[in-house]
């Protein structure tokens, strides 16, 4: 008896997401013909003095609506930093880094219209937040 490994015939990608303030929501989406497997990714947030909390929030929609809530930083308070990775596994350790959130996802598929949106709750112009994802790429 032999096993066969198949692979989906797809590419990764990285998808950055550059200096974005604060206030501003970031969907990325892979586009008519096209799926992505998100496999990782990790956003750091830079508050400025404002006294708020805010919260990196990951989320998918459909394109219209958010349809799956996938997780949130604790409070990340004003003058101060915070990040979340995500990861394909299921372990989770907060304590590797101060102020560093990771949690666990098996890959998640979005396709067409769907997005995978990164937002800051609370979140105000003087902020910034920065990172990547990754993603496999396959056509449809």
């Excluded at 066969?4 to 797809?10: E, H, L, Q, R, Y």
């Excluded at 990172?131 to 790429?137: H, N, R």
Aim: hydrophobic share 40%.
């Amino acid at each position: 008896m032999s096993l066969v490994f198949t692979f989906p015939g797809g590419k990764k990608v990285i998808k950055t997401i550059a200096a974005t303030a604060g206030n501003v929501v970031t969907n990325l989406s892979p586009g008519a013909g096209k799926r992505w497997l998100i496999l990782r990714g990790y956003i750091t947030l830079t508050c400025d003095a404002t006294v708020a909390d805010r919260y990196i929030f990951i989320e998918v929609t459909n394109g219209t609506v958010v349809t799956d809530h996938y997780h949130r930083t604790d409070a990340i308070t004003g003058s101060t930093t915070g990040s979340l990775g995500f990861h394909e596994t299921l372990f989770l350790d907060a304590a590797i880094k101060v102020d560093t959130y990771y949690f666990g996802i098996r890959p998640i598929l979005i396709e067409g219209a769907d997005q995978l949106r990164m937002r800051i709750a609370n979140g105000v112009a003087g902020d910034s937040y920065e990172g990547f994802v990754t993603v496999l790429e396959l056509s449809v």
